[in-house]
Nanobody, 126 residues
Framework: QVQLVESGGGSVQAGGSLRLSCAASGHTSSSKCMAWFRRAPGKEREGVAL????????YTVDSVRGRFTISQDNDKNTAYLQMNSLRPEDTGMYYC???????????????????WGQGTQVTVSS
């Protein structure tokens, strides 16, 4: 059974950077979609970025576009989220997820992801 394990979270000051990693362990995952979600304190979980694993197509939401970059290393079965110019509003628990998407392809919708990591905390102070 495939498991997703996130790492790389921590506490940084505004303007700083972090790189989150999501390693797939167990049987090699063949999920079409890999994504990062986050849950800020007192808010619902929201999608941040996704990558279509077979094509390398990426998408980031407006609030992080230009600052966050999602990527993958197929040889290592690992996805990454490079986060630059961090802001206090980026604070939250970050989760990676894997899924096969829908007939519409990969989207940032919780229900379309079957595998979830345990989360890694990101705290950005002003």
């Amino acid at each position: 059974q495939v498991q997703l394990v996130e790492s790389g979270g921590g506490s940084v000051q505004a303007g700083g950077s972090l790189r989150l990693s999501c390693a797939a362990s167990g049987h090699t995952s063949s999920s079409k979609c890999m994504a990062w979600f986050r849950r800020a304190p007192g808010k619902e979980r929201e999608g941040v970025a996704l990558i279509v694993t077979g094509r390398g197509f990426t998408y980031t939401v407006d609030s992080v576009r230009g600052r966050f970059t999602i990527s993958q290393d197929n040889d290592k079965n690992t996805a990454y989220l490079q986060m630059n110019s961090l802001r206090p509003e980026d604070t939250g628990m970050y989760y990676c997820a894997a899924g096969d998407g829908s007939f519409m392809g990969c989207r940032l919708r919780d229900a379309e992801y079957k595998l979830w990591g345990q989360g890694t905390q990101v705290t950005v102070s002003s």
